[in-house]
Nanobody
Framework: QVQLVESGGGLVQPGGSLRLSCTTSGITFNLYTMGWYRQTPGKERDLVATIYSNGGTNYRDSVKGRFTISRDNAKNTVYLQMNSLKPEDTAVYYC????????????WGQGTQVTVSS
C-alpha cells in the first residue's frame, strides 16, 4: 500500500520559516519525481516545486529564492524548506509522487495546512 504522509505545517508570521516533510512508503522512492503542490479554496492545485530522481529541481516563479525542495532517498522523504513566508503562501500543501515507466503512477498525500498571518 502506497502512503505519502506530510507534516510540518502550521501557523507562522510573515517573514517566518517552515519546513514541510513528506515521508513515503510502498514505492521505490529514489525512482520517483517528487513534487509539492498547494491549493487554496476555490482554486486549482498549483505546482510549487519539483525534484527529479537525478536531483534536478524546478520552482514556480513566486517561490524562487525563498523555497528549497530536497530529498533524502535513504529516508524515503522529500522536504520543502520555506523561508521569507508571505500571506499569499497560505494554502494546503500536498506532496506528490510521480513515475512514468510504461504506465504512469501518481500518488498524493493528504495535505498539510500552512497559514501565514500576523
Amino acid at each position: 500500500q502506497v502512503q505519502l504522509v506530510e507534516s510540518g505545517g502550521g501557523l507562522v508570521q510573515p517573514g517566518g520559516s517552515l519546513r514541510l516533510s513528506c515521508t513515503t512508503s510502498g514505492i521505490t522512492f529514489n525512482l520517483y519525481t517528487m513534487g509539492w503542490y498547494r491549493q487554496t479554496p476555490g482554486k486549482e492545485r498549483d505546482l510549487v516545486a519539483t525534484i527529479y530522481s537525478n536531483g534536478g529541481t524546478n520552482y514556480r516563479d513566486s517561490v524562487k529564492g525563498r523555497f528549497t525542495i530536497s530529498r533524502d532517498n535513504a529516508k524515503n522523504t522529500v522536504y520543502l524548506q520555506m523561508n521569507s513566508l508571505k500571506p499569499e503562501d497560505t494554502a494546503v500543501y500536498y506532496c506528490n509522487a510521480d513515475i512514468r515507466l510504461g504506465a504512469r503512477r501518481n500518488y498524493w498525500g493528504q495535505g498539510t495546512q500552512v497559514t501565514v498571518s500576523s
